[in-house]
């Protein structure tokens, strides 16, 4: 069974820092990139970072550039976001995506966890 369990969530204050996690099992988790997206309220799900199955490349949106950096341990099958400088704008649910493949893709996605920037 393929499953992927975000943690790490929670309330902080604006420039303040959380480390996600994405614990991931039931599928070759070495063999997939993985990525975090985010989707605050009322706006689509985004994009915030990918890295590769073996770590050597890793991409951030625009918005989250410079702040936030992702990482991953292939043996602990899990992926990491670390966010630091947290702005209100960050508030947001959370959710890891496993992606393998080009033309046959297998693609996972956890339930999210809810990160809110706030005095």
């Known amino acids: 069974q393929v499953q992927l369990v975000e943690s790490g969530g929670g309330l902080v204050q604006p420039g303040g820092s959380l480390k996600l996690s994405c614990a991931a099992s039931g599928f070759a988790f070495s063999s997939y990139a993985m990525s975090w997206y985010r989707q605050a309220p009322g706006k689509e799900r985004e994009l915030a970072a990918t890295i590769t199955s073996t770590a050597d490349s890793t991409n951030y949106a625009d918005s989250v550039k410079g702040r936030i950096i992702i990482s991953r341990d292939n043996a602990k099958n899990t992926v990491y976001l670390q966010m630091n400088s947290l702005k209100p704008e960050d508030t947001a649910v959370y959710y890891c995506?496993?992606?393998?493949?080009?033309?046959?893709?297998?693609?996972?996605w956890g339930q999210g966890t809810q990160v809110t920037v706030s005095s």
């Open positions: 995506k496993a992606r393998r493949g080009v033309s046959v893709v297998y693609e996972y």
